[in-house]
């Protein structure tokens, strides 16, 4: 099983953090927010990944380049011109970084890893700044049992403002992260047969336009409806909500 995963936008609406690195490399406790998304999947089997660059990517392949030395203890021996790493922790994972241009847009570049994906029954598909608690093993379990072309997360995004309950001009409780107006949207976790390729033109498409509208149009897509933990990181007020959850220790997401 393999998973896709965008890491080539430009994240304009956190140009914070981006102006100086690709969006799925902002950090959450230290750890860019791909490595977050990569830990959950192999939690649930797969470790089979093909990263999607554009922006800055060579940020994303000096990142695994480099990661022996990120995760363990280094000693440089000067003299000798040596480097010894100590208590490495190698993932069980083996990445495919692919320049897919920096001005793609998501079909485009899922059309142009289709190469890597030849031979696949279905694969995993996901952007690179969201993270779930969603179970991957049961939603590729459910997309194997409904037999259509694609799976999408259905996710109830909290309200983005706190709420006031009123009685009369009186207060009389609020709530800081009240639900939404219970309407379900894309959760960006996506199991896909390969055949959906087909349904992308060229670079100028985005996966969410024409490619979803033709497999809902067609009865192809199916919601798997998930009511527990799913948070994007579109902007720094997301991104710190995140890492205060990451430093409580009780991240919903952290499934390994």
Request: net charge negative; proline share 4%.
């Given at each position: 099983m393999?998973?896709?995963i965008l890491a080539g936008g430009l994240g304009t609406r956190i140009s914070e953090e981006t102006h100086l690195k690709p969006k799925p490399m902002i950090e959450i406790?230290?750890?860019p927010i791909l490595w977050h998304i990569m830990k959950i999947y192999s939690a649930h089997g797969v470790n089979d990944f093909i990263i999607c660059c554009g922006y800055r990517g060579y940020m994303i392949k000096e990142y695994f380049a480099n990661y022996f030395l990120y995760m363990a203890d280094v000693t440089f021996d000067m003299k000798f011109n040596q480097m010894i790493v100590h208590n490495c922790e190698a993932e069980p994972w083996k990445v495919t970084v692919v320049d897919t241009g920096e001005h793609t847009q998501t079909g485009g570049r899922l059309k142009r890893v289709a190469k890597y994906l030849e031979g696949e029954e279905l694969f995993c598909f996901t952007y690179g700044d969201g993270v779930s608690d969603v179970n991957i093993k049961d939603?590729?379990?459910f997309h194997q049992a409904h037999g259509k072309l694609a799976t999408v997360l259905a996710v109830q995004p909290p309200g983005r403002f706190g709420a006031l309950v009123t009685d009369g001009d009186y207060v009389r409780d609020f709530m800081e992260k009240p639900s939404g107006d219970g309407g379900w949207i894309n959760g960006g976790f996506f199991v896909l047969s390969p055949k959906v390729i087909e349904l992308i033109?060229?670079?100028h498409m985005s996966w969410e336009s024409k490619p979803m509208q033709t497999l809902a149009e067609k009865g192809e897509l199916v919601a798997y409806k998930h009511t527990g933990f799913w948070?994007?990181?579109d902007t720094l007020r997301d991104k710190?909500?995140?890492e205060?959850?990451?430093k409580s220790g009780k991240a919903p997401w952290k499934v390994w």
């Amino acid at each position: 099983m393999k998973a896709v995963i965008l890491a080539g936008g430009l994240g304009t609406r956190i140009s914070e953090e981006t102006h100086l690195k690709p969006k799925p490399m902002i950090e959450i406790g230290g750890k860019p927010i791909l490595w977050h998304i990569m830990k959950i999947y192999s939690a649930h089997g797969v470790n089979d990944f093909i990263i999607c660059c554009g922006y800055r990517g060579y940020m994303i392949k000096e990142y695994f380049a480099n990661y022996f030395l990120y995760m363990a203890d280094v000693t440089f021996d000067m003299k000798f011109n040596q480097m010894i790493v100590h208590n490495c922790e190698a993932e069980p994972w083996k990445v495919t970084v692919v320049d897919t241009g920096e001005h793609t847009q998501t079909g485009g570049r899922l059309k142009r890893v289709a190469k890597y994906l030849e031979g696949e029954e279905l694969f995993c598909f996901t952007y690179g700044d969201g993270v779930s608690d969603v179970n991957i093993k049961d939603e590729i379990a459910f997309h194997q049992a409904h037999g259509k072309l694609a799976t999408v997360l259905a996710v109830q995004p909290p309200g983005r403002f706190g709420a006031l309950v009123t009685d009369g001009d009186y207060v009389r409780d609020f709530m800081e992260k009240p639900s939404g107006d219970g309407g379900w949207i894309n959760g960006g976790f996506f199991v896909l047969s390969p055949k959906v390729i087909e349904l992308i033109e060229g670079d100028h498409m985005s996966w969410e336009s024409k490619p979803m509208q033709t497999l809902a149009e067609k009865g192809e897509l199916v919601a798997y409806k998930h009511t527990g933990f799913w948070h994007p990181m579109d902007t720094l007020r997301d991104k710190n909500y995140l890492e205060e959850l990451w430093k409580s220790g009780k991240a919903p997401w952290k499934v390994w």
